[in-house]
């Protein structure tokens, strides 16, 4: 290179940018192909899947911008192929594949990881691997998302660390296997060829990268980068100031029991290190829904102290340092063998997250958020098409309010905290590729948004009508123990699943699966919305106004709850009478 | 005595270029007049035709009457449309469905920033409104349209004097006659309404996506119709006689009435000119395959040109909002000659993509500006002429600018000044490689078949380091560089694109059927080109099919010949496109076709461009002056050249300065420059 900096084994800041503009735009042409090749609504419409480069010796080097829960599992993925196969033994076309959350560093069973290494000149120099939600995975219900699973053998398929290919030679006896116990082979199928896809790309950019810049740069480079995440990291740890922080409270239920779950956290903040503890929190439960595998539960603390971070650049194993995460064996953030895990992963994770930020919210009131409306909200629909008398799997995560903040609402109608990037399918999408499903209503939640100075986000319904019979599986959270305001702001209004609505078969679902539905039915699907921040008293009265002019709250709303008298008919504020509320 | 003008409306300038009748380009440069855009056409077009008569020495005399083709771009759209200077419009939505544009995609594309706040809706909930109807995805009807509704909700939006509405149904894309209707029965109730149907301006799946094209074409009806109904009222009193012509964000033009009628199809004019007339240039010089840079103040628009075509885009997004229209590909990225460079917290060098923007711009402008940008470190470099910026309109402030990049760049990073500032520019010029390879990749291209055309404002005063990125091989800096896009518009063609959607697996398809489809789609755009004035033997169609395997959503675009169709020969063609793209292809798969399209072209007959032949008595080219530039932290005795001296053949050894009123050329030592007859500028590394 033209420059080097004072140290012979470093690179100069400029030379480092210009390694990590070639290491992202692989990683980016990873998530092309992968999106662009795939067959299921959930790769190709949702973007639920997560490309990354890992250095010779497996340490995280960069991942794209994407999913925030994939980026900080990846890491457990790698730890657990190089146990079984050391990168030692490991040949150029090598492919491995892993599911298990348990013995491969999984995160859920649908979440199919594949990991394949490049080699330049001889050696190993780069790992590439990425993970992809399957529609379905096997397992007791129809998607794989079971609220109330009581083990692992109901939640789908496990896929220990398996060697796919050896030296470009597919096993295609284990694709056999593995499409043999899905429901949705055929989109497996396709999605699983361009997961395969996506490494080839790896390898070949990577491969014309190297012939450029070649590997002893990007060795060195390599290193520097994961100290500069590091750095990034514990500067914006320094700005919290020291202290231990806690907060404790309660998630709904488990799937299989509706008895609360007790959670609690404590943070601590010395210098530039943060330990996150969740101590406290109650015993692993029976049912799914209550369980945060342990992957998780450190993949989503990670993503917290991104979310405090300034991480535009993505993570990589430098950023992970400053952060120590505990969970007592056994506990709900840290399940046993065989525990059910998929559901409690966006029930469990997404509450992990809000936990941290009502105990920091005292010390840092400026970088946190009123409550969410909680999990992924997933609901799953399955059964035969009538058309073709094929199978069908309906799955989709569904977006709700986020809470309101320091100096604005929040969000209206967004994927979950641990979501990212990941979008919603079109209706008209999604009643191409499940005909069985007519959409009839997809809107706003009026009044389902916490109240405040700044309020919270607003959650969305969505009405199905079934045109034939099916399945369901839901999985809820946030209905009993609601969106939490900030600072004096109000909760939002919690979630809920209704089906046939307004009728004497009126049901009503939060955490259920194996459902049976009838043809003909509705399915009423409510996110909840995100909790206030700051007193409502204290909110622009003229917003009021415009969110009455927007049938999103009624005119007593504004009355009672804002202190905002407003003309009935024309929405204009009265002032006077305002003020009169107000000072109350 | 005919001639060609083009007026290309950039945010600080507009651009105007003449070609009179002798083949002679005739440049000009006048103020950009936000707020009243019209003002700045029109003294442009006076100045412009100023310089035609002295620089003819009085020889050619030109007024409007004399200007055959007026081609514009519609900046008025995009400026409205980021400033949301929009009309009070509405929105008609099936029952059930009017927060669709406000819910979007759902996704949070900052994943990790708490504090991003999703875009407010283009139309507010309470003027968005919804009519019980519904269509399946096959076209079926399920629920009639409820006419009565529609007469109630025209007499309402009327009495709201609401005149601009879009509608967008479930489905309409699948059938559009509950659409239509609504129109026809609306109209009758409100006919001074303009009414923009989703089907007529996007015949497309996805609903977001959809309503948002609608929504952006309805409410940039008002503005593009009384922009251009002013212009060209006051073009007709200036003697302009034939109709004026607007640039299409396809690279093709229509006319300003069918432009009053699909705006959105005009939102990126002006960078696709720059594209458009790249490509033309690129075809003169014999370059087939070009990547496009167009470098200004505060970013960079890239384009592509494959086998002399310029690629397109079905789908781009504007501020967050989708338009469903073909583009030419632009990808634009925060780098430009003021972005600013900055140490992040973890004490790594960035630049951009924050901007010092036109105000108050680089240190160096002396306009208020201390942060240290891209132009910055070229001064500290000694690339630009203080004296000679803007052809000496502007004297550049040397002292402030080294001043801002030691103390904000040099003495965090430990290095000197001079390091500092070579450091910014590897770093701006790392990330545009980075784009350029994310834009060629991704279509399967090897950038090392590809030459860089860089142009813009700023384009060749990085050309030197964009070549030492190793990306491509060839740099070219076009003459004219900041006119381009203006000539871009001079050379484009007439052009209409049809899509239809047909969803059919190969296997059970019709081909006569198809073939009778594509020919129908052939009609339509002869038709309209006709109508345009152009006559059938100017008219061009290609036939493309879109086509995937069964169960991928994204399709690969399949040129086809229409008189004969042979399904083993496409699906073999897709076969290797697929490999192309991305590496492999399932040929056991089953193959299916999407949407069947028909580009129709009128060709219109290309300017030639001024030539500049080879110097009959091989004299040297001799630098008119040299000054002391840094390379590689030393240094360098460096000659400076006029771009008035340069002639075809010429060759420049690194390293030089190319200097232009307008722009610099800079060429590293280790570089040298070929000059052709037209007086672009090659940049390659020395053997």
Redesign the interface.
């Known amino acids: 290179m033209q420059k080097q900096a004072s140290r012979p084994d470093a690179v100069d800041p400029v030379t480092l940018e210009v390694v990590r503009a070639g290491l992202t735009s692989i990683i980016s042409e990873m998530s092309i192909t992968l999106k662009r090749t795939s067959y299921s609504t959930i790769l190709r419409e949702i973007n639920d899947f997560s490309c990354v480069l890992f250095d010779g010796t497996g340490r995280l080097l960069a991942q794209a911008e994407g999913i925030p829960i994939f980026n900080g599992s990846m890491n457990f993925v790698i730890e657990a192929v190089i146990e079984k196969y050391p990168l030692d033994v490991m040949k150029p076309g090598d492919i491995y594949l892993s599911n298990d959350p348990y013995t491969a560093g999984g995160t859920h069973k649908n979440d199919i990881n594949v990991v394949m290494p490049i080699f330049w000149e001889g050696e190993l120099v780069l790992l590439a691997a990425n993970k992809a939600h399957h529609l379905d995975i096997g397992g007791k219900d129809p998607g794989s998302w079971s609220a109330d699973a009581r083990n692992t053998y109901q939640e789908g398929l496990c896929l220990p660390v398996i060697k796919l290919a050896t030296e470009g030679v597919m096993n295609d006896a284990i694709v056999e296997i593995l499409l043999a116990n899905l429901r949705t082979p055929e989109l497996s199928r396709g999605d699983f060829a361009a997961q395969i896809a996506s490494l080839k790309t790896a390898e070949l950019r990577a491969h014309s990268w190297l012939e450029k810049h070649g590997s002893e740069l990007l060795k060195i480079a390599g290193e520097e980068l994961i100290d500069h995440g590091e750095r990034l990291v514990r500067a914006a740890i320094q700005a919290i100031p020291d202290g231990t922080y806690k907060a404790s409270g309660f998630a709904d239920g488990d799937g299989v029991s509706d008895e609360p779950i007790p959670i609690a956290v404590a943070v601590t903040i010395k210098g530039g290190d943060i330990e996150i503890d969740f101590a406290g929190s109650g015993e692993q439960r029976e049912g799914a829904a209550g369980n945060c595998h342990w992957v998780v539960t450190v993949s989503m603390s990670r993503q917290t102290v991104m979310f405090l971070t300034d991480t535009a650049l993505g993570g990589n194993e430098g950023s992970y340092r400053p952060i120590t995460v505990k969970a007592p064996v056994g506990s709900v953030y840290n399940p046993q063998y065989p525990a059910p895990v998929t559901t409690g992963m966006g029930n469990m994770g997404t509450r992990l997250i809000e936990l941290v930020f009502i105990a920091l919210s005292e010390v840092i009131p400026e970088e946190v958020i009123g409550g969410t409306f909680g999990c992924f909200s997933c609901m799953t629909l399955g059964g035969e098409e009538p058309d073709s008398g094929g199978e069908f799997v309906h799955f989709e995560c569904y977006s709700g309010g986020w809470g309101g903040r320091a100096h604005a609402d929040g969000n209206t109608a967004t994927v979950s905290l641990g979501s990212g990037d990941a979008y919603n399918i079109p209706i008209e999408v999604m009643e191409t590729t499940t005909p069985v499903l007519l959409c009839e209503k997809f809107a706003l939640q009026p009044r389902s948004a916490g109240a405040g100075k700044y309020r919270g986000g607003f959650g969305t319904e969505i009405d199905y009508r079934t045109l034939g019979d099916a399945e369901m599986a839901i999985a809820l959270d946030r209905e009993r123990f609601k969106p939490y305001g900030l600072f004096g702001g109000k909760e939002g209004q919690g979630s809920e699943l209704l089906i046939d609505p307004g009728t004497p078969e009126e049901q009503w679902h939060i955490r259920s699966s194996g459902v049976k539905i009838k043809a003909g039915s509705v399915i009423r699907h409510r996110t909840a919305g995100g909790g206030g921040y700051g007193d409502p008293h204290e909110r622009d009265p003229a917003l009021v106004a415009i969110d009455y002019r927007n049938e999103l709250i009624t005119f007593e709303d504004a009355r009672d709850i804002y202190g905002v008298a407003l003309d009935e008919k024309s929405g204009e504020i009265d002032e006077d009478k305002t003020n009169a509320l107000r000072s109350s | 005595m005919s001639a060609r003008l083009a007026a290309d409306i950039g945010g600080t300038f507009t651009d105007l270029v003449v070609l009179d009748s002798d083949g002679h380009l005739h440049v000009e440069k006048t103020s950009s007049t936000p707020g009243d855009f019209k003002s700045g056409v029109l003294t442009g077009v006076t100045k412009v035709l100023d310089a035609v008569e002295r620089n003819t020495q009085g020889k050619m005399r030109l007024t409007l009457g004399d200007v055959q083709y007026f081609v514009h771009g519609a900046t008025v759209v995009l400026n409205a449309l980021i400033e949301r200077k929009l009309p009070t419009a509405a929105l008609v939505t099936s ?6 544009l ?11 920033d ?5 875009p407010a809706p283009l139309i ?3 003027l968005r409104f919804e009519v019980r109807e519904r269509v ?2 096959t076209g079926e009807v ?1 629920t009639p349209l409820d006419e009565k509704a529609v007469v109630e909700l025209a007499r309402e939006i009327k009495a709201r004097s609401i005149n601009t509405i879009a509608v967008c149904f ?2 309409a ?1 699948a059938n559009p006659l509950h659409e239509r209707r609504f129109r026809e029965v609306f109209l009758k109730e409100h006919p001074d309404c303009v009414v923009v149907i989703s089907s007529d301006v996007a015949p497309e ?5 959809r309503t948002s094209t609608a929504v952006i074409n309805a409410s940039t009806v008002p503005i593009i119709s009384s922009y251009l109904d002013d212009l060209s009222a006051e073009l007709r009193e200036r003697e302009l006689k034939r109709e004026l012509y607007v640039m299409q964000s396809n690279g093709g033009i229509i006319t300003a009435s069918t432009a009053r009628l699909f705006p959105a199809r005009t939102v990126m004019s002006g960078p696709s000119g720059g594209v458009v007339g790249a490509q033309y240039l690129a075809e003169r010089a014999g370059v087939q395959n070009a990547v496009t840079i167009d470098m200004g103040g505060t970013s960079s628009d890239m384009g592509v040109i494959s086998n002399g075509h310029a690629l397109t885009v079905d789908e781009s997004r504007i501020d967050g909002w989708p338009i469903m229209a073909p583009m030419i590909e632009i990808l634009a990225i925060g780098a430009g000659g003021g972005s600013i460079a900055w140490i ?7 630049v951009g993509p924050q901007s010092a923007g036109a105000s108050p711009g680089p240190v160096c402008y002396g306009h208020g500006g201390d942060e240290p940008t891209v132009s910055d470190a070229c001064v500290v470099l000694n690339r630009l002429n203080p004296d000679y910026f803007l052809g000496g309109e502007m004297t550049l402030d040397t002292q402030s600018a080294e001043h801002a990049v030691a103390e904000k760049v040099a003495k965090p ?3 000197s000044t001079q ?1 500092a500032a ?2 910014v520019i ?2 701006v010029t ?2 545009m ?2 784009a350029i ?2 834009i060629l ?2 279509r399967g291209h090897d950038p090392r078949d590809f030459t860089l055309m860089a142009f813009g404002g700023a384009g060749g005063m990085v050309a030197a380091d964009l070549l030492r ?2 990306e491509v091989t060839k740099v070219m800096v076009p003459n004219n560089p900041g006119a381009l896009c203006a000539m871009g518009m001079l050379s484009t063609d007439f052009r209409h694109d049809f899509a239809q959607s047909n969803v059919t697996a190969f296997d059970n398809a019709d081909w006569g059927e198809v073939a009778k489809q594509l020919g129908s789609l052939r009609e339509r755009g002869v038709e309209r080109l006709v109508e345009e004035g152009l006559s059938e033997k100017e008219i061009d169609c290609s036939y493309v099919l879109d086509v995937r ?1 069964v ?4 399709y690969l675009r399949v040129y086809v010949d229409n008189e004969n169709l042979d399904p083993a020969e496409i699906r073999e063609a897709f076969n290797q496109l ?1 490999e192309k793209t ?3 292809s ?1 040929p056991e ?1 089953d193959v299916e076709m999407v949407n069947l399209r028909v580009f129709a072209v009128g060709k219109v007959g290309r300017p030639d461009l001024p030539t500049y032949p080879a110097r009959a008595d091989r004299d040297e080219l001799a630098a008119k002056d040299s000054r002391k530039l840094i390379f ?2 030393a240094a360098v005795e460096t000659a400076v050249y006029g771009i008035e001296q340069l002639a075809d053949g010429d060759r420049l050894e690194g390293p030089c300065v190319v200097e232009d009123p307008r722009s610099t050329i800079v060429i590293a030592p280790e570089q040298y420059g070929t000059v052709d007859q037209f007086r672009n500028v090659t940049i390659e590394n020395r053997p």
Do not use: C
């Open positions: 029952a059930g469905f009017r927060d669709v406000e819910i979007m995609r759902t996704n949070n594309p900052y994943m990790y708490l504090k991003w706040v999703k507010p909930r309470h399946r995805h399920l479930i489905h894309y799946i996805r609903e977001f996506e992040d917290s973890g004490g790594a060098l960035r990073l430990g290095l390091e070579e450091g590897r770093v790392a990330n490689a980075k390879r994310s990749i991704a990125t190793g395997y169960g991928q959503d994204h697929h991305y590496g492999y399932t798969f590689d932290g």
